[in-house]
């Protein structure tokens, strides 16, 4: 089965980088501007990995993660953050919320790439 | 298969009782040839023969003997009492072994025999390498892994199985598994991680590619060890655990393959370092658990089948009593059916898990036969298996275990070709040979394929001829032909080799296995090679599902099947009249299962469209909803379904209803053909 990703990031150009890197990779793509807009692909369809920035409008990247957790189908579903943000406390946040690895950005692409491949074996 | 056990073990109590005479004769005149070529014969018949038995341990004994004795024989060993002595207690061993006499004895006598043989055996293995550039001795890097994830490690997307699995692929490793209170299997489907795990692995990896396997892991979940690196640069207290586990008789074999290309300063060390008596993981290693031996106990099959039916109405009374109390509304009967219907769930999981084993377990068995097989016959075999991880009913398992052994042995012995032969043809010097294992619906299927010469249909035919199967000038389709080796008494061998018997084959193989309700194919190429393959239905079987909904009945159709699903919020599709949609740019054909049920229409605006791939080709069925994942333990549908083709088996669900697993492969055929 062809895994499903689902990027959520605000800032289009950057999540048109993700989107064709992972594509290259043979993953089907979804994408979301924010935290709010990811909650509709969390009706029952299949999610594999989730990527997030942190900081966006209306629903951050924390309390993405939180909600996904929160919800049985989707509660064991990997997610990386992907954010520039370097406060610690905000990454402390996102750790206690459980996510599976942060990532920083600007990201190498080639690193970028194993670490998803690795998580989806 | 009985009858021929039977014999076996009366042929080979008389060759043993002439072996003590010769082996106390041979004491007195180490010179006589005679009888050293006497013994020499009966170890090399008792491998050959036992084997095919299922005696492996008697087939690896006579083997280390055999290579003992033909030391002797030309000369490079000289015999002594020690000798003497421990082949005595060899034979007193297989005599054990044959008369199924108390096991505990005798698996400690085994023990203590290969030990003291490995001594003597090293003698030999060291002229065989020492030839060898020290290089290929000494290259691997050896690691002792400490890896304990966070108990909350599923809530953070990851699985340790799937790290643990990683390490496993990047060499050879001893994995010791210290679950606490429940057993991983357990807390994993509960999603609590409280097992720690302890992994030699022997790799040409080095560090940092270790490592890497722990890329999401925090620094205190896992400790790696490079132990190669010489014995100073390893902390006491693991070279004191290693010690430990090197005395230990069951894990001394699979640990002794890591410990060998240790260097020599670090197993000395080893060696030499005194006894810890201290049972637990050494301070300072990473540990969710005090460390418990795992323990295991036989059980008979009728008291887990038993079990099993007790579990199942269980299930079926708790789902009553929770609907009961829910009409009731009396909240401590509520709560009450509420713990009862947990308790249910974890019991049948639980009970469930005992029957089944990865086939890895057998699998793995047969490197160490390929290996000495292929030695033996100079013969380069690259051996590879694929799907340990693939789960069966331990009987069903047992009983492929003969079957197998035998196919391997036909594979390497007349089906891949020597070196130079191979070269001459184009071929790689190396052969192929692979053990695949995976689900197929209700069936599990194992199939063992090589890259050799293929079984020469002309040499069947002419055989087949021969014993009267087939008349002369008769036309037989080569796929009928090729079934006649499973006929009893059926051999093509020109000279009947001792490694693969003598013409007891394929007709026992097929025996055992229909016996457990299995099947055999065999495919056959001239000079690209043969694919054996077995099919094993199980009555009891998991297998992980989709779970969906067609006019409020329950389907379950195999993940291994399912390539993509999606919602479509149009019911468009269904009214096109050439039953096609797209999907990646091709049309592909579908099929309602509303319409194939005839159910009628319903007035929900969506449907699920699930593609399917079957034999590397795609087609979609739809839906009304799905449900969700779900793990099915699967029963035969029984006499009165059988003669309708949809379904291949039923489930009952944890609530007691019954779910119908669709046969998928039934639908793309009748879906292709139209």
């Known amino acids: ?121 | 298969m009985k009858d021929f056990m039977t014999s076996f073990v009366e042929e080979a109590s008389a060759l043993l009782s002439h072996l003590e005479i010769d082996l106390l004769t041979l004491e007195k005149e180490p010179e006589n040839k005679e009888v050293l070529n006497n013994i020499f014969r009966v170890m090399h018949t008792l491998k050959g023969t036992a084997g095919m038995c299922g005696f492996i341990n008697i087939q690896d004994l006579a083997h280390e003997f055999e290579g003992i004795f033909d030391q002797i024989r030309e000369g490079k060993l000289v015999i002594n009492s020690e000798i003497i002595d421990f082949t005595l207690k060899g034979k007193d061993v297989i005599l054990a072994i044959l008369k199924n006499e108390n096991s505990e004895n005798f698996n400690n006598a085994l023990i203590e025999s290969l030990h003291e043989m490995s001594q003597v055996g090293s003698l030999h293995e060291m002229n065989e390498t020492s030839d060898k550039p020290l290089k290929e001795l000494t290259g691997l890097s050896v690691f002792a892994i400490f890896f304990s994830p966070d108990k909350a490690i599923f809530e953070r997307g990851l699985d340790p199985d799937k790290t643990v699995a990683e390490l496993k692929d990047s060499g050879k490793s001893n994995i010791i598994l210290h679950e606490n209170k429940q057993s991983w299997k357990v807390q994993k489907t509960q999603k609590i991680c409280l097992t720690t795990w302890e992994i030699y692995l022997s790799s040409t990896a080095l560090l940092n590619e270790i490592e890497e396997n722990f890329l999401f892991y925090e620094p205190d979940e896992y400790r790696i060890y490079d132990i190669s690196s010489g014995a100073e640069q390893v902390p006491p207290e693991l070279l004191a655990r290693l010690q430990k586990l090197y005395n230990k008789p069951d894990v001394k074999e699979h640990l002794r393959e890591c410990l060998i290309p240790l260097n020599v300063e670090a197993s000395k060390a080893i060696t030499q370092l005194p006894e810890n008596t201290d049972e637990k993981l050494p301070e300072g290693f990473p540990s969710n658990t005090s460390t418990e031996g795992e323990m295991t106990i036989n059980v008979s099959s009728v008291k887990l089948d038993e079990l099993m039916n007790l579990v199942s109405e269980l299930v079926t009374q708790t789902a009553i009593l929770e609907a009961r109390a829910t009409y009731l509304k009396d909240p401590g009967l509520n709560n009450a059916a509420e713990n009862l219907e947990k308790l249910t769930k974890r019991f049948r999981t639980n009970a469930l898990d005992l029957r089944l084993v990865p086939v890895g377990a057998l699998l793995s068995r047969f490197k160490r036969q390929v290996r000495d097989l292929s030695k033996k016959l100079n013969k380069h075999v690259n051996f590879f298996i694929e799907g340990q991880d693939i789960e069966i009913d331990k009987t069903i398992l047992k009983s492929v275990e003969n079957p197998l052994v035998h196919i391997i042995r036909n594979s390497i012995d007349h089906g891949i070709e020597f070196p130079e032969e191979r070269i001459q043809v184009g071929k790689k010097k190396d052969g192929l040979l692979k053990i695949s294992a995976f689900n197929a619906g209700v069936i599990v299927i194992i199939q063992v394929q090589d890259d050799g010469r293929g079984i020469d249909l002309e040499k069947v035919r002419e055989a087949a001829i021969k014993k009267g199967y087939i008349q002369q000038d008769q036309a037989i389709m080569d796929n009928d032909l090729i079934n006649l080796i499973l006929e009893p008494g059926f051999t093509t061998s020109d000279n009947i080799s001792l490694v693969s018997g003598r013409g007891v084959g394929m007709d026992v193989v097929r025996k055992e296995l229909n016996a457990v309700g299995g099947t055999i194919e065999i495919f056959t190429e001239k000079n690209l090679g043969t694919t054996i393959t077995l099919k094993l239905p199980t009555t009891l079987t998991i297998i992980d599902t989709l779970m969906i909904e067609v006019n409020q009945s329950i389907v379950l159709i195999p993940m291994l099947d399912i390539e993509f699903c999606y919602k479509e919020k149009s019911k468009e599709i269904l009214k096109r009249d050439n039953k096609y949609i797209q999907y990646k740019n091709k049309p592909i054909p579908f099929v309602s299962l509303r319409e194939k049920f005839r159910y009628p229409a319903n007035d929900a605006n969506d449907i699920m469209v699930i593609i399917l791939n079957k034999f590397d080709k795609s087609y979609a069925i739809i839906a009304d909803r799905i449900i969700g994942e779900y793990q099915a333990v699967i029963k035969p549908l029984g006499d009165l379904f059988n003669s309708q083709p949809y379904f291949s088996g039923g489930s009952i669900m944890v609530d007691g209803k019954l779910a119908l697993i669709l046969d998928t492969s039934f639908l793309f055929t009748q879906i292709t053909k139209n």
Request: glycine share 2%.
């Open chain 1, 1 to 121: 089965m062809k895994k499903r990703i689902l990027i959520v990031e605000d800032f289009n150009t950057s999540r048109q980088i993700i989107k064709k890197t992972l594509e290259s990779l043979d993953y089907i793509v979804e994408e979301a501007a924010d935290g709010r807009e990811a909650l509709r692909f969390f009706d029952g369809s299949q999610i594999d990995l989730i990527i997030t920035d942190y900081n966006m409008p209306n629903m951050n990247g924390a309390e993405l993660v939180e909600y996904v957790r929160s919800q049985e189908a989707y509660k064991y579903i990997p997610i990386f953050m992907l954010s520039t943000e370097t406060n610690i406390e905000k990454q402390n946040r996102a750790r206690e919320a459980k996510i599976t690895s942060w990532i920083k950005k600007p990201f190498d692409v080639t690193e970028f790439k194993k670490l998803v491949q690795k998580v989806l074996l």
